[in-house]
């Protein structure tokens, strides 16, 4: 060896040196973003959208407990991968330490697709732009899901993961890098079912790359009229025929394609506005804009693959948010779904990054996209349904790209009108950075410092939105956990772990069991004797006997299925069993109150009470009482109109009834007794009615309802009659 020769080892540690230092400025940019979503989620106390962060931990715990995927008990599809690799950390006795762990592995996660950005946009970019274009894909206002139990952390990033992927197999042709595409491709739909779209983008992409490869070019250079004539026609009846399959084997693609494709059109704009905005118009105008070739453009087949790859996500992701917003809209609601299109942002941030580098934009393209984005900006979301741009809400939690202008709102007054006016604003300036560098000619230092002003005013905009979002859904946690009532884990705190059952009755808002379910993990089943608790998850009601036992199968002989303990929905559930504590929670606009009591064995009700809401009042078809054994007694019925609206007195019957059991479930029987009455605007009336022992039925019926929002407007739509309550005694107090 020479004596001036490099040792070998020298030269792999400087390489090793070198790749480190070339890393820095994209793990920094990863470890700050991190950081901010980090604190982000500390902040988020618990969570709040229900049902999917619910159904989320049903499956995750039931993976952990026993291996297998399960909502409320029953056997479910695990949605997601997701909830395998968060499954372990629900292993954590304490709920409140495995939900912080939770957040934390979410936003690491979620906070990785600036890595996959990075490497699709190296293939077309210098290292600067890249990473900007990481920078944007990590800032953008959805990645404040980074704190949600949903799926979106890993799906984000996976998709960008994918992008990069299958760009990478097509500029190589590497058999391995197709075999990786093909495979990451098929996985997709595991992460979440709707990746579906990502082998529709490898399929595309292919079809794409063909069609403007130079063997295409030069087949198509011969073509005559007529054989374009039959491409088109061959190209109109290939969508036919997909869509054909697609409307047979899915009932969204059939409904929405044969009665609603203008608002798959229209609901599709919403989207995409809504992600132009989140993104400060700019990345959005000058993403689409990358996809049109400028002329005297060098031939790049980077390039070229690039703009297959990002044209073919575009739009099976789009087709895809249209879908099932329009379904939505037939059967559920009306919803600005831009949670479903946020995947292609690293696609269009990258597309911004090869403008920026370049200095160069189609002219056609920027006509087409400007005026595209200006339309969506400027007038579809000023007419979105509810309200222009959303700002009637404090957050909109399937399009957190509203996120800054709802901000903006609350804590600087601005308006809908003074939006539309600042995003044609940001519209136009955005024409205008795009167009500088053509204007500006050989003064390309001015150019350039336009550029990174603009690079750093985007990324700017994309995270003051992402905190705007963060704050929002940090406030909607805060009042969710006034809701709730610390502590938020007290029925796991008394019964130890052990199989508890709650059982609940009239909730119109159940907001408060959601949230007591998530905290609490011995809740084994949940049920409503008038099946106002719904899901996620089975939520049946019980059959009941003549003395009031619960049973939860199909034969009244098998009483197996008992709990030891059971949560009651106060004041109409009443369970045989010793008390063991009490919890104040809010509903319906006051403090109501659940109570844990040790039940006896077998599991039996006392009584119950149908047809009253959380505030008291009863609904449209009255209340009944019903109490189902035990001695007899005296029933105090309480009712009145305390509320100051102007209506006419109306009668009052009150009905004492034997208790029968019709189809397992209570009903009233003979009449034994009749009281009438009457009651007027802010009167209090009490009946003492004095009952049988062995069960009876109470039915209190009111003649004459109102509905509130006709006297005061303020939106409570609900018919009423009075507010009722009952009491059951062994002896009539003296006074």
């Known amino acids: 060896m020479s004596a001036f020769a490099t040792p070998r080892s020298v030269l792999r540690s400087a390489t090793i040196t070198d790749r480190l230092l070339a890393a820095a400025p994209l793990a920094s940019i990863y470890l700050w973003l991190s950081g901010i979503y980090m604190v982000e989620a500390?902040?988020?106390?618990?969570?709040?959208?229900?049902?999917?962060?619910?159904?989320f931990t049903q499956l995750s715990r039931s993976i952990a407990a026993t291996g297998h995927p399960a909502e409320r008990g029953v056997p479910h599809s695990a949605d997601s991968v997701m909830t395998y690799l968060i499954a372990p950390l629900w292993r954590i006795h304490d709920v409140a330490t495995a939900y912080s762990a939770i957040k934390?592995?979410?936003?690491?996660?979620?906070?990785?697709?600036?890595?996959?950005?990075?490497?699709?946009?190296?293939?077309?970019?210098?290292?600067?732009?890249?990473?900007?274009?990481?920078?944007?894909?990590?800032?953008?206002?959805?990645?404040?899901?980074?704190?949600?139990?949903?799926?979106?952390?890993?799906?984000?990033?996976?998709?960008?993961?994918?992008?990069?992927?299958?760009?990478?197999?097509?500029?190589?042709?590497?058999?391995?890098?197709?075999?990786?595409?093909?495979?990451?491709?098929?996985?997709?739909?595991?992460?979440?079912?709707?990746?579906l779209m990502i082998p529709a983008t490898l399929v595309l992409a292919a079809l794409f790359a063909g069609w403007s490869s130079d063997r295409a070019r030069q087949l198509r250079s011969t073509w005559s009229t007529g054989d374009w004539v039959g491409c088109v026609v061959l190209l109109l009846g290939a969508i036919f025929f997909f869509t054909a399959i697609g409307s047979h084997h899915s009932l969204e693609i059939s409904r929405v394609t044969r009665g609603y494709k203008h608002r798959l059109i229209n609901e599709g704009n919403w989207a995409a506005g809504t992600l132009a905005l989140g993104m400060g118009v700019l990345p959005f105008m000058a993403g689409l804009a990358a996809l049109f070739r400028v002329r005297g453009e060098p031939r790049s087949r980077e390039v070229r693959?690039?703009?297959?790859?990002?044209?073919?996500?575009?739009?099976?992701?789009?087709?895809?948010?249209?879908?099932?917003?329009?379904?939505?809209?037939?059967?559920?609601?009306?919803?600005?779904?831009?949670?479903?299109l946020i995947y292609i942002a690293p696609l269009l941030f990258v597309g911004t990054a090869l403008v920026f580098s370049r200095r160069r934009v189609s002219l056609v393209g920027l006509a087409v996209t400007g005026v595209y984005t200006l339309y969506l900006v400027g007038y579809a979301l000023y007419h979105v349904t509810q309200y222009p741009y959303q700002m009637g809400v404090q957050l909109y939690s399937d399009a957190l790209g509203f996120a800054i202008v709802q901000q903006g709102n609350r804590d600087l007054s601005w308006?809908?009108?003074?939006?539309?006016?600042?995003?044609?604003?940001?519209?136009?300036?955005?024409?205008?950075?795009?167009?500088?560098?053509?204007?500006?000619?050989?003064?390309?230092?001015?150019a350039a410092i336009i550029t990174a002003a603009a690079a750093v005013g985007v990324v700017g905009w994309n995270l003051t939105g992402e905190l705007a979002a963060s704050a929002g859904t940090s406030s909607i946690a805060r009042q969710?956990?006034?809701?709730?009532?610390?502590?938020?884990?007290?029925?796991?705190?008394?019964?130890?772990?052990?199989?508890?059952?709650?059982?609940?009755?009239?909730?119109?808002?159940?907001?408060?069991?959601?949230?007591?379910?998530?905290?609490?993990?011995?809740?084994?089943?949940?049920?409503?004797?008038?099946?106002?608790?719904?899901?996620?998850?089975?939520?049946?009601?019980?059959?009941?006997?003549?003395?009031?036992?619960?049973?939860?199968?199909?034969?009244?002989?098998?009483?197996?299925?008992?709990?030891?303990?059971?949560?009651?929905?106060?004041?109409?559930?009443?369970?045989?069993?010793?008390s063991v504590a009490t919890h104040q929670f809010r509903a319906?606009?006051?403090?109501?109150?659940?109570?844990?009591?040790?039940?006896?064995?077998?599991?039996?009700?006392?009584?119950?009470?149908?047809?009253?809401?959380?505030?008291?009042?009863?609904?449209?078809?009255?209340?009944?009482?019903?109490?189902f054994s035990g001695r007899g007694g005296w029933l105090r019925v309480a009712y009145s109109r305390p509320e100051n609206y102007p209506i006419h007195p109306t009668p009052i019957h009150i009905v004492l009834g034997s208790l029968k059991i019709e189809q397992e479930q209570p009903t009233l029987g003979r009449v034994l007794k009749r009281v009438d009455s009457t009651i007027g605007n802010l009167?209090?009336?009490?009946?003492?009615?004095?009952?049988?022992?062995?069960?009876?039925?109470?039915?209190?019926?009111?003649?004459?309802?109102?509905?509130?929002?006709?006297?005061?407007?303020?939106?409570?739509?609900?018919?009423?009659?009075?507010?009722?309550?009952?009491?059951?005694?062994?002896?009539?107090?003296?006074?």
């Open 42 to 55: 500390w902040r988020r106390s618990t969570p709040w959208l229900f049902g999917d962060e619910l159904e």
């Open 104 to 195: 934390y592995v979410d936003v690491l996660i979620m906070a990785a697709v600036v890595f996959p950005t990075y490497l699709l946009a190296r293939m077309i970019v210098g290292k600067t732009a890249a990473l900007f274009a990481a920078a944007g894909a990590g800032a953008i206002p959805a990645l404040a899901y980074s704190s949600y139990l949903v799926e979106e952390p890993i799906a984000y990033p996976y998709a960008a993961l994918c992008f990069f992927v299958i760009a990478k197999a097509f500029v190589t042709r590497s058999r391995r890098w197709i075999a990786a595409a093909i495979v990451v491709s098929a996985f997709a739909p595991i992460v979440r079912t709707e990746l």
């Open 305 to 340: 693959l690039f703009r297959c790859v990002s044209l073919a996500g575009i739009v099976a992701f789009a087709l895809y948010t249209g879908i099932k917003a329009a379904y939505l809209s037939t059967v559920f609601a009306t919803r600005v779904e831009e949670r479903n």
């Open 415 to 446: 308006t809908p009108h003074l939006v539309r006016e600042l995003l044609i604003v940001m519209s136009v300036v955005s024409v205008l950075v795009l167009l500088a560098p053509r204007f500006l000619g050989s003064r390309t230092r001015v």
């Open 480 to 578: 969710a956990a006034i809701t709730l009532g610390h502590p938020f884990s007290w029925v796991d705190d008394h019964t130890h772990g052990k199989p508890t059952l709650y059982m609940g009755e009239a909730e119109v808002d159940q907001n408060p069991e959601w949230l007591l379910e998530f905290w609490n993990r011995s809740l084994a089943r949940i049920s409503s004797l008038d099946g106002s608790v719904l899901g996620p998850g089975f939520s049946g009601s019980p059959n009941i006997l003549r003395d009031g036992a619960l049973y939860w199968t199909n034969s009244p002989g098998r009483l197996s299925i008992q709990y030891p303990y059971a949560v009651e929905d106060l004041p109409c559930i009443d369970l045989a069993g010793a």
């Open 588 to 627: 319906g606009g006051r403090l109501q109150t659940w109570r844990l009591v040790q039940l006896t064995t077998p599991n039996r009700l006392q009584s119950t009470c149908t047809g009253i809401y959380a505030d008291g009042w009863s609904g449209p078809k009255d209340t009944f009482y019903y109490r």
């Open 683 to 735: 009167q209090s009336k009490v009946a003492w009615l004095r009952v049988p022992a062995g069960g009876f039925v109470v039915h209190v019926v009111v003649d004459k309802k109102f509905v509130p929002d006709d006297y005061d407007h303020r939106g409570d739509k609900r018919q009423l009659g009075a507010d009722v309550t009952y009491q059951f005694l062994r002896t009539r107090p003296h006074r």
